[in-house]
Structures are given as C-alpha cells and as structure tokens.
C-alpha cells in the first residue's frame, strides 16, 4: 500500500512540476517533512527546486512580527504581574509551583480564541450568564452555568472545594482563595500580553491568537511569498489555526489533505473521527487523492510481565523479521518502526536491537536530565542544600559526598584522593564532613566549598563545569578521527557538559535581569526543570535505517512493519491531563480543550498509524499492583470486538521452577586444616566465646568468619545501632570504675565520681572515640544526645544496683585473659576472653558481663544444653560468661569465682538479681569451681567438633539464625 506522503509527492509533481518550488507544504511536524522530500526526488523525473517544508508553529512565526518569548523568563514577568496586582507577599518559591499552571491556562484561551475577559468573570447572579454569554452554543452555557450554579448556591457559599468541587466539610476558605485570585486574572493576563508586546516577543499561544485575529479581519500576509500553502496531515487544530486555514482558503492561498485511508478514520461511533469529518467538509482538497482499499494488517498482542521485558522482545521480534539473514533491507528498514509511548523505554530498546541492523534513527532526544553531568550536578546541588553550618564552617551531609566522589567523572579524574576520602569517611563513621577534610585536589576545591548566595550558585556550577569540560576535552585532543567512525563516548560527554553549561548560563541571566528573591532550594528547582525540558538530539541520518520514535513522530508518516510497547490503557491513550487552574466545567463551557478531547486524538494516531502497515506487534506489560493494572489499550479490545479484527495472542512467561534449598559446606580439606592450626597453642590465634557460639549457631557462618576472616563492609553509621550502643556503653561503665582499679569502693565515692558533668565528659569522650572515631570531642546533638542520655540513665541505675553492694573492691576492667584447652586428641587450643569486669563482693571473685541487648532468664538447664546446636534458645550470653568464668579459675582458683549477668534493662526492675542458676531446682551458681569440669568437658567436646576433619562446616538448620547473617547471600539461605 502506497503511503499517504507518496501520494501526496506524486500528485503534486504531476501538477506543479518545476514549478512545485512556488509553494509552501506545511506538516504536523519535521520529520514528515523529511520524508515528504524523500518522496518527491524519487517521483521527480528531472532536478527540482524544493517546496518550502513547514511545521505550523513555523508558519504562525513567519506571519508575526513577534520572536518566541523564554519559558522562564516569562515565568519571572508573570510573577512580577501577579505580585503589583495581587498585592500578595507570596514568595516566588511558592509561585513557581502553580505559575507554570497559570502559563499553560493562558495558552490554551489564546490558542483556542476563548474571551479571556468573560472566562475570568466572577459570576455574582446566575441569571448574568444568559446575557453575557449569549454568543456561545447551549450545552457551553449549560457548562458554565452548572459551575458557578453549583459554585455559588444562592444564599450560601456552601462547602465547596478550590475548583468548585463539593466538600463535606470547611468553611468555604478554599472557595474565597480561588475567587480571590480569578477576579485577578484578566488584568494578570492582560498585563502579560501588554509586556511582552513591548518587548517584541510573546507565548507561543499569543503569537497563533494575534496571527488568527488578524487574518480574520483580512489584513494582508505581506510576509508570505508562496503562490500556495498545502497543509498536510493534520488531525486536531486549534480555532487559531482554523481561522488561519479559512483566511488563507478565502484568499485561494490554500489546499487541505487530510490522511484518513482506514475506514475507522470515518467511522462516526469511532473517536479518531471526531476531527477529521469536520475537516473534510470545511477544508477540501484541491485535487483528489487515489482510492485506497483497506485491509487490516496482521497483528500480534504480546504480553509480558515485566516494563523492561516489553523492550527486550524487541530483539526476538527483529531477529524473526530478519529470517536468518545477515543483514536487512535498507529501504524495509526505513519502513520498520519502533514506536515508544513511554519513552523513558528508549534506553532500553536500544541495547535490544541486534547487531545487524547497522543502521538506527533516533527520534526521540535524550534527556539532558538522564546525562551523567546531570547526575553529578544533581549530587552536587543537594549537597549544597542539605549542608551545615557548626560554628561557622560548613559541614556536608555524609550521603552527599560519597554521591559526588563515587560519581564516574570525579573517580576518573582523581582516583587516589576520592578513594582515599571515601576509606577515611567510612572508618571514622563521619556523617558530616567539613570543607578544608574534603579539597584534596583542584577539582574537589572547586566541588567542596560553601555556596549560599543565588548569585553565587551559578558562578559556582559554571567553573565545575568548565573545569570537568576541560578535563574531559584534554583526554580526546590530538587524535585524528575518521568521519564514519562512530561518535565515542568522550565526544557525548562534552557534548552533555557543554548543553548543561548552556543551561546554567541562560538561566543566571534570567536570574539576573528578572531582580526576583529566591532561595536556593527554589533555585535548585528551575534548574531541574530546565534540564527536564531540554533534549539533545541524536546526530543521524534521518532517511536510513530503523526508525525509533514517539507517538506524535509518527504523525503523516506510514510503515510496513510496526512495533509498538507499552499499549497499556493508561499508557496508550495516555491518563493524565496537565494541570488547569480553570475547572472543568469552564473548560468545556468555553470550549477549551479536555481529555476527551485528548481521547479523540490518541484514537487517530492509532488507528491512522496501523492503516497501511502490513504487520504490527502489539507489547504491553500484564503486571498488575498498585497504580499499574496490566489491562491492555482499549484500541485492542475495541480492534477485536467492535471491527472484529483477527489479533493474535501470546503471552511471553519466564519459566518458574520450585528448586530445593541449596546445600552448601565445606570441607575440612588440607587447606582449611593448616588455616586452623593458627589457634593452637603458639598459633598466633585464639578462640573467644563469642566465636564460639557463631560456631554452635551456625557452623559455615565460623569458617566464613573466623577461618577465612571475612568481614562485613565497613559502612557509616547515622544511627547509634545495637552494637555501638553497647561499645558506648561498656566505655563508660570502664571510665567510672577505673580510678578504683584494686581498691575498695564506698556509695559515696561512686556518687562523686558520676557526677553530671564527669558523665557528660565521659559520654562525649566515648563517642567520639567509638562512634566518631575522633579525637575531636564535641557535644552531642539530636539523636545522639538522645542515645547519650539513655546511657547517662543506665550508668545512674548501674551505680544504684552497686551501691547496695558496698563496700566491695573493684579489681579490673575488660581484663584480657587466655588459656589453652587440650582436646580430646591430645591438640592444645588456645582460648581467649576479655572480661568486662572483675571484682570481689563477699569473699567472692565476680565475673561480670555487661548486656545491653533483651533480657532473658538467668537460668539454665544444664551445661550440656549450653554446647546444643540444634537448640533454638540456646543460652548463649550464659556461656560466654560460663567461659569467663573457667578461663578466670584455672589461673586463680584461690577463692570462689560467680559468674554474674548486668543486663542493663534490668536495671529498673525492682526485682534486679544477676545471679545465674543452674538445673531443675535453679541452684544458684555462687561458686563456679562446682561446675567447671562439666563446663570443660562440655566446651571440649564442642572444640572436638571443631577441629575434626571428618566434620564439615555445614548451613545451621535454625532458620531464625540466617536472619541478620552478613554471609546469607553467599550461602544461599
């Protein structure tokens, strides 16, 4: 089937000739005008000057005397207008978020011709609108008359909403708020046009309403210098552009082709053809087109359950059109599109096309917002908003900085000094950072300083980029490159660098000359939404190869083979509708455009889309959750059920299989055994309790851990975790009992020595070395002043509970003790522990151990139960501090040994007793020495277990263990 811009080529060199040059075309867009050229060299049998190509917003601008005014700079004026007429102290940082809202309002009235004058009237009797509004049709008055009926109910505000939507509660607030600013609206817009005509400039929606006003009143087009304007492909105009097409019509300066080859372009109870039936009547065409004959294409319905997986069933569906062919088609590859109604897809899609299709035109632009230099400059900004000020230097968030010396840019420029800042940052767990730490290179210099004035924002932007620009620019200096050879990576980049530069330049001259107050964040804020409104093109060669577009690219152009993704209702006809300070009612009243409006036109681009295509893959994502449905278009079910259209389905799965949990040991090769030979006795090594018990919990987590000595990465902490709570802790309670090393120790003395400001002291100190990891101490502050004073009452019960046990000597903290354990075989290991604290209460030696985690019961059921791995609560606290306590009594066996439990929890209860008990009748352990061979044999055989080759390190079968296990990802469980 011949394409619709063919015909056109063809009918008009068959008319015109040579003199075809003589006339303007005017499309949709530019791409159809490429193709439209494409088309008329093939038809033309001789050379021939060239039509002149024409988009619409081109033809409007050729007939005005007025250049395109700036988004933001507008955005300032309309600031400035708002604020002399509203006399509202609002600041700009919160105008921004619905002056955009108003720009777009404004466009669409001038766009659409709407009496910006009466649409703006605070309707106080609703007999007004009869009068006023009598050149309207009934249904717009009925619209108009249903809001401000319902708006203002006579005799009561009622509870209605801002826009006029009913409340179930209020005052009327809202309702008083959006009259306040309506009745301010005309003279704001009023005032706009007026300002912007000064300056020679105007909206885009400005520009078409003065254009359409004048050739309404039959001013002459001095400017045009075509015999003829031919409009081609055009579906949903504005009535400015109508007025244009009839002006034009009326002085015989115009032709109109419409492209409606499928009969579902005509068919009434179809939406595509709101527009285009209208159009045919009021805009014929000069010379008729050949008939066509519709036929369906073949369609293909694939789902898949998965947004990415839409874009990699690209490949199969490319390779299957390729049919085992080394290359394709240039001239079927220009005729194959890819078509992407989410285009963040676009990523994607690309990595999918295989290799052999050389060729691929990009329609879509790449988001400046999606570069690198965007990144960095985002990680950058929120540094700058999130920093701190301590004692006037600036302090920048942790988080924030590891995002800028990770960034690819900066590691690429100075590896060895970010890596080093980042080793440095995360040992010394420092949440912020201050300046003079972080300039360790001139790049860093230039990153790493205080920026807190607007008009030093920019400045400071400009010279990062600058200097990364030219950083960038020396490593591909020098080097000679072929014209066919592809564009690398480096030449991207400086082309990203350089549009941000661009952006950042325009926009502090904007700042500048608007003379309006912002804050930073407001700042930070433009900035994004510059880069999210700014593409950078792809360099190609449009009329070669694959094409990959978006819906509104593909407007006038065909193709014999589609392939379209995400045609999924929400996606394709898209949901959302921009938002409208007019409600809706008025909106349709004044004829302004809606979603079902919106509807009509997402409709024609399908169906005028699939029309002359010869096959057409149909993908779209099946998920449903949340927002997402995984519902197919409309246009399927309306294709199936309404034309009866024949569509294949398929669905594409990921095969899902029920596997066995892995099994994963080790064994006690040659390998691991010399490895374990390190905690013999003159090894180097020692065994803890707490390795132990890893051991009992689960065997595989001690090899990890002990024999190969993994470790966890070392990460920066904000929050003060279970761990370091505990560290903190045990800190304190040593500084407070040291002085007393070997003594006695009265009520008295512990009272004076916890006084307020030695506490605070000690805490600080504590943190510092343990959480900060400083030297520098400094007060703490929110969270971790609150952690502090949880200490602070821990200590203050601690030295309570002691009290009651004066006078008593304290002989040591975190005493370091070893000894070695022969096994079974005849080894000695060496066995190690670090006892929290020692002293002697009643003639006897106690072995304290500080816990800071839940509490649990003292007792247990026998020392066997302590060395059970397959028991869920095994009492491991009990056993370390079992272990403690026999390492301690086979060097000093001269008095009693008590192992004793502090759990600070505890401390509260009035019912404190950290004594331990043992068996059935809970004997309590007051003197170890009773059941210390039992604890021996019990650790040995334990120890056995251990070092026995034939005992491989297997997964533990406690599940609860693998809850909060480092290594779960490399065992599997």
């Known amino acids: 089937m011949t394409s619709f811009l063919q015909q056109i080529a063809a009918l008009f060199e068959q008319h015109y000739g040579n003199m075809i040059h003589k006339l303007a075309f005017v499309f949709p867009n530019r791409r159809s005008g490429l193709f439209f050229r494409k088309y008329l060299s093939q038809h033309a049998k001789k050379p021939l000057f060239s039509p002149t190509i024409l988009t619409i917003n081109e033809l409007f601008l050729h007939l005005s005397d007025k250049q395109l005014a700036d988004r933001i700079r507008t955005l300032f004026l309309l600031y400035r207008i708002f604020i002399r007429h509203s006399r509202s102290d609002e600041h700009f940082d919160h105008f921004i978020n619905w002056g955009e809202m108003i720009l777009n309002d404004f466009d669409d009235i001038d766009k659409y011709l709407v009496d910006a004058a009466h649409l703006f009237t605070n309707i106080k009797d609703i007999h007004q609108i009869d009068v006023d509004f009598s050149y309207l049709q009934p249904e717009q008055i009925e619209a108009i008359r249903t809001f401000w009926s319902s708006f203002r109910p006579e005799g009561n505000i009622g509870n209605r909403g801002k826009y006029g939507i009913e409340e179930n509660h209020g005052t009327g607030e809202n309702r008083q708020h959006f009259l306040d600013i309506w009745q301010h609206l005309y003279a704001i817009y009023s005032d706009l046009r007026m300002e912007l005509t000064t300056g020679n400039c105007g909206y885009e929606g400005m520009i078409f309403r003065e254009v359409a006003e004048k050739v309404k009143q039959g001013a002459a087009l001095s400017t045009l210098a075509f015999d003829q304007i031919v409009f081609v492909g055009f579906n949903a105009i504005t009535p400015a552009e109508k007025e244009l097409m009839k002006g034009l019509q009326r002085k015989g300066l115009a032709d109109f082709y419409w492209d409606c080859g499928s009969e579902c372009l005509l068919d009434e109870q179809n939406k595509a053809s709101h527009f285009i039936r209208e159009h045919l009547k009021m805009f014929p065409s000069a010379f008729p087109l050949p008939e066509e004959k519709p036929v369906w294409p073949e369609i293909e319905l694939i789902g898949i359950p998965s947004r990415i997986g839409q874009a990699k069933q690209v490949y199969p569906i490319l390779k299957e059109m390729l049919e085992g062919n080394t290359g394709f088609n240039p001239e079927d590859a220009l005729r194959t599109a890819i078509v992407l109604p989410d285009e963040q897809l676009l990523i994607p899609v690309l990595h999918a096309i295989p290799e052999e299709f050389s060729h691929i035109n990009v329609t879509l632009g790449f988001s400046l917002s999606g570069t690198p230099v965007a990144s960095l400059m985002e990680s950058i900004l929120n540094m700058q908003k999130k920093k701190r000020l301590i004692e006037g230097k600036a302090y920048f968030y942790y988080k924030d900085v590891i995002s800028v010396l990770s960034h690819p840019y900066i590691t690429s420029v100075c590896p060895g000094e970010t890596a080093g800042l980042l080793k440095e940052i995360t040992h010394h767990n420092r949440i912020f950072i201050s300046t003079p730490d972080l300039r360790k290179s001139p790049i860093l210099e230039l990153i790493f300083k205080q920026v807190t004035e607007i008009n030093r924002i920019t400045d400071y932007l400009i010279q990062i980029l600058m200097e990364l620009n030219r950083i960038i620019t020396s490593r591909h200096t020098g080097t000679e490159k072929d014209e066919n050879e592809p564009i690398s990576m480096g030449e991207m980049e400086q082309e990203f660098v350089y549009h941000y530069f661009t952006m950042a330049n325009r926009l502090k001259e904007m700042i500048r000359d608007s003379e309006i107050d912002m804050t930073v964040e407001t700042f930070f804020r433009l900035l994004k939404r510059l880069a999210d409104t700014i593409n950078i093109p792809f360099q190609g060669m449009p009329l070669s190869g694959i094409q990959i577009m978006g819906v509104l690219e593909t407007r006038v152009l065909d193709f014999h083979r589609l392939i379209i993704l995400s045609m999924n209702e929400g996606i394709f006809p898209a949901r959302s509708t921009a938002g409208s300070f007019i409600p809706f009612h008025l909106r349709r009243g004044f004829g302004l455009p809606d979603y079902e409006r919106q509807d009509s036109i997402w409709s024609y681009h399908f169906y005028r889309l699939i029309a002359r295509a010869k096959k057409v893959s149909l993908v779209y994502d099946t998920r449903t959750g949340g927002l997402q449905t995984g519902e197919v278009s409309r246009f399927v079910r309306q294709l199936k059920y309404q034309y009866g259209v024949p569509v294949k389905e398929k669905m594409v799965v990921t095969p899902i299989s029920s596997a066995k949990p892995l099994t994963f040991q080790v064994e006690k090769n040659e390998e691991v055994m010399s490895k374990m030979k390190a905690y013999r006795t003159g090894g180097g090594k020692a065994l803890s309790a707490s390795t132990i018990n890893t051991y009992l919990d689960c065997p595989l987590r001690f090899y990890f851990s002990a024999i190969e000595e993994l470790k966890e990465e070392e990460e920066v902490l904000e929050g003060v975790e279970s761990r370091e709570f505990g560290t903190i802790f045990h800190r304190v309670a040593e500084w407070l009992y040291d002085p007393f090393c070997g003594k006695p120790v009265t009520g008295d003395l512990l009272k004076q020595r916890a006084s307020q400001t030695e506490l605070t002291r000690a805490i600080e ?63 000695e290991i060496q066995l190690k522990g670090f006892i929290d604290r020692l002293d002697e209460v009643d003639g006897a030696i106690r072995v304290v151990d500080y816990k800071t985690g839940s509490v649990i019961k003292l007792d247990v059921k026998s020392m066997e139960s302590l060395f059970d791995p397959t028991a869920e609560n095994r009492q491991s606290a009990i056993m370390q501090v079992f272990m403690y306590a026999y390492l301690f009594s086979r060097q000093d066996a001269s008095r009693p040994v008590r192992p004793t439990l502090y759990y600070v929890r505890d401390f509260f209860s009035a019912g404190f007793n950290p004594l331990l008990s043992i068996g059935k009748e809970k004997e309590p352990v007051s003197d170890f020495s009773i059941y210390r061979n039992a604890f021996e044999d019990g650790l040995r055989s334990c120890l056995d277990r251990i070092f026995d080759p034939d005992i491989p390190f297997t997964q533990t079968s406690i599940s609860k263990v693998c809850g909060y296990c480092p290594f779960g990802c490399v065992c599997g469980r």
Do not use: M, W
Not at 777 to 784: E, I, N, Y
Not at 792 to 817: G, W
């Open 765 to 827: 100190h504590a943190f510092s070395e343990l959480f900060f990891r400083s030297k520098e101490v400094q007060p703490l502050s929110g969270r971790h002043y609150l952690i502090g004073e949880v200490i602070r009452k821990y200590i203050e019960k601690l030295i309570e509970k002691d009290s009651l046990l004066t006078p008593f000597r304290y002989i040591r903290s975190e005493q370091k003790i070893q000894y070695p354990l022969r096994l079974s075989n005849g080894t």
